[in-house]
């Protein structure tokens, strides 16, 4: 039975992770889950009931405020991670994705020389340090669950094997459609907007700090101004823990408190979630989950910025730059639309989950898979 160490490092890890999580358990991989980064802020965890599975906790949240907490913050995670891997002694490290507190929890792993297998690598995200983060993830790891074509042939021209990628689709969006569904009144009750009409059209808003830009905020600021020009019901959830969130998630409050129309869920789960993508008119910011999850539902989004450049979008997605006058001007394009997009995505059809346990599995058919070479061809 192989031995899995699963690192999560914040909430949104948890409802991509969950599928993958689940069918490990019913394929007896032995499952431990290290939560560090978010899951150690004062908000608290967002760990669900994994029965079967061994949970650790360590390290430190990056805090949202500065770069010097950041990196204190990493280094607890790799001194944590470290003494995990040595207590449980594990086959092999899941990573995923791009976080600069995923990041350590790998490098935790050199010295053990554990294999690694990484989860959504190969996609590109220009404006935040996290693109990066997901390329060092790459390189250090020996195996690749990639979501989309486009990740495959990027880790390709990286110079990665194509015999250590497997195209497993996203997770996430395998927790979509296994969401039990709620009726817009239902949701809207349960999101805070009970007295609004059921067919009120509702703006669903997450913002991140633009990591690798001068301006983080202008995102944010952009944003609010065009819900200014436009007041109608807009639910926030919060933007994650990199430097400059705190700031934006104090802003984001203050904002919030003087707009009778806007309302603020610091997470909303693997239930509201799914149904927030379901039912809001449109969505508006910078998050991952408009590129690779809102097309499932074929939600209007629009992406401000330059956060996400670089990924590949499905035709639901309109992608503006960090100004008021863009942002209005795609909301009346939606508005004038009146309709959604087909539901296509290209990230995936559900049964991503499986597929990774699977991986985990066969990875003892691989031979020498700790002696990685540069791979220089033609996929």
Same mark, same amino acid.
């Given at each position: 039975m192989p031995r899995?160490? &699963?690192? =999560? &490092? &914040?909430r949104a890890?948890?409802?991509?992770?969950?599928?993958? #999580?689940?069918?490990? +358990?019913e394929a007896s991989i032995d499952l431990h889950i290290f939560a560090t980064g978010m899951h150690l802020a004062s908000t608290g965890s967002h760990l669900p009931d994994v029965p079967g599975a061994v949970i650790h906790t360590g390290g430190a949240d990056l805090g949202g405020s500065d770069a010097q907490t950041a990196t204190t913050a990493m280094a607890a995670i790799t001194a944590a991670a470290g003494t995990i891997y040595e207590r449980v002694q594990p086959d092999t490290i899941l990573v995923m994705?791009?976080?600069? /507190? +995923?990041?350590?929890?790998a490098v935790a792993g050199l010295p053990f020389n554990i294999v690694i297998v990484h989860l959504h690598g190969g996609e590109i995200t220009e404006g935040a340090l996290d693109d990066r983060a997901r390329h060092a993830l790459t390189k250090l790891a020996h195996f690749?669950?990639?979501?989309? !074509?486009?990740?495959k042939r990027q880790l390709i021209a990286m110079g990665e094997e194509p015999?250590? @990628?497997?195209? =497993? %689709?996203?997770? %996430?969006?395998?927790?979509?459609?296994?969401? @039990?569904?709620?009726? $817009?009144r239902q949701w809207l009750e349960a999101v805070g907007f009970d007295q609004e009409p059921e067919d009120t059209p509702l703006r669903l808003v997450t913002v991140h700090p !633009? =990591?690798?830009?001068?301006?983080?905020?202008?995102?944010?600021?952009?944003?609010v101004k065009a819900l200014d020009a436009v007041p109608q019901p807009t639910l926030f959830?919060?933007?994650?823990? /990199?430097? %400059?969130?705190?700031? +934006? $998630?104090?802003?984001?409050? %203050?904002?919030?408190?003087?707009?009778? #129309?806007?309302?603020? $869920?610091? =997470?909303l789960g693997p239930v509201l979630y799914p149904n927030a993508l379901r039912h809001a008119s449109i969505m508006i910011g910078n998050s991952s989950s408009g590129i690779i999850e809102a097309a499932t539902f074929g939600l209007p989004v629009i992406d401000v910025g330059g956060r996400q450049k670089g990924r590949e979008a499905g035709e639901n997605v309109i992608r503006v730059e960090a100004n008021e006058v863009d942002i209005i001007s795609a +909301?009346?394009?939606?508005?004038?639309?009146?309709?959604?997009?087909?539901?296509?995505?290209?990230?995936? /059809?559900?049964?991503?989950?499986p597929r990774v346990a699977e991986v985990l599995l066969g990875l003892h058919r691989h031979n020498g898979l700790r002696r990685k070479t540069i791979f220089v061809g033609h996929s």
């Open positions: 899995v160490v &699963s690192i =999560t &490092s &914040s890890d948890v409802s991509i992770l969950l599928p993958v #999580w689940r069918a490990c +358990m994705g791009d976080r600069l /507190d +995923m990041l350590p929890a690749h669950c990639v979501s989309s !074509e486009g990740a015999s250590r @990628i497997a195209l =497993t %689709g996203a997770p %996430g969006i395998d927790t979509l459609l296994s969401a @039990i569904p709620m009726t $817009r !633009e =990591t690798n830009s001068a301006n983080a905020a202008a995102p944010l600021r952009a944003v959830t919060a933007p994650n823990s /990199d430097p %400059g969130g705190a700031a +934006m $998630r104090q802003a984001i409050n %203050g904002y919030v408190a003087t707009r009778r #129309w806007a309302r603020f $869920r610091d =997470t +909301m009346k394009r939606v508005d004038a639309r009146k309709s959604r997009f087909g539901t296509h995505n290209i990230y995936g /059809d559900g049964h991503a989950g």
